[in-house]
């Protein structure tokens, strides 16, 4: 990646300003609008690649700032140790020669999860099913994450369900989403994938992924959450659907 132009330079930094503002404004989403966004421009390996510290600083920010995270820990163990058994198992995928199948995963997971979240009524998961279902919905969402580098389906509807309350909800997303990028880091360093030179700029990116969040905030005052959540969802699902198109033609 050392040869990157400075037009491509200026978008992936315009991306992580606006995955960062979405995520001000919503308190989750970096990740996914980067892959996204990036997945468009880049292979879904550079793009991952790229997202590994803008995520991991963001969401050890949101994880931290919670009250509850020993407790959610506690709660949340078996789904995590699943998030990283599936994520080391499917790595190979993204990394693999054929482009073409992890762009089409990618804009898959990409359309599922905005249709599902634009459209889906909210459930609650009863606390007698939660101790067989978490390692299962963990492994899943690793392996889709070490497939395609988005790590929110089914993490983000499962957890929604399990009745937390706003703030730890939000640190139980944060544990989600540290722990899948990490899985996501390691996945890739063991399939040689993991290089020096791709994290410096990754770390670069950190800059605008902060300032977006900032930036996010002062947009949540004009204009609301759902709303915008709405019109993000919107455009990712039509995003994801022309990455599908790309992956098969």
């Not at 308190?27 to 997945?39: D, Q, S, Y």
């Not at 929110?152 to 730890?168: C, E, M, N």
């Not at 994938?193 to 700029?201: C, K, R, S, W």
């Not at 039509?238 to 992956?247: S, V, Y």
Request: some cysteine.
């Amino acid at each position: 990646m050392t040869d990157l132009s400075t037009s491509t330079l200026f978008a992936l930094f315009a991306t992580f300003f606006a995955a960062g503002a979405v995520k001000g404004v919503t308190g989750m989403g970096l990740p996914t609008v980067a892959m996204g966004i990036l997945g468009s421009l880049l292979s879904p390996l550079a793009a991952a690649s790229l997202l590994i510290i803008p995520s991991f600083v963001t969401n050890v920010w949101q994880l931290l700032a919670g009250p509850s995270f020993i407790g959610i820990v506690r709660r949340l163990w078996t789904m995590m140790a699943g998030v990283v058994a599936g994520t080391l198992s499917s790595a190979y995928m993204l990394t693999g020669a054929d482009t073409r199948l992890s762009t089409f995963l990618l804009g898959l997971s990409l359309t599922v999860y905005a249709v599902y979240t634009l459209f889906a009524k909210p459930y609650h998961v009863s606390p007698r099913h939660e101790r067989w279902l978490s390692p299962i919905l963990g492994t899943a969402t690793g392996f889709v994450a070490g497939a395609t580098g988005v790590f929110v389906i089914p993490a983000v509807p499962y957890v929604q369900a399990l009745g937390f309350d706003k703030d730890d909800l939000v640190q139980a997303l944060g544990l989600s989403f540290t722990v899948s990028t990490v899985a996501l880091a390691i996945g890739l360093a063991i399939q040689g994938a993991f290089h020096l030179d791709g994290m410096t700029l990754s770390a670069l990116a950190v800059v605008p992924a902060l300032i977006g969040m900032w930036a996010g905030q002062y947009i949540r005052r004009a204009v609301t959450p759902a709303m915008f959540k709405r019109c993000f969802l919107t455009a990712l699902a039509l995003l994801g659907a022309e990455m599908m198109l790309r992956g098969v033609w």
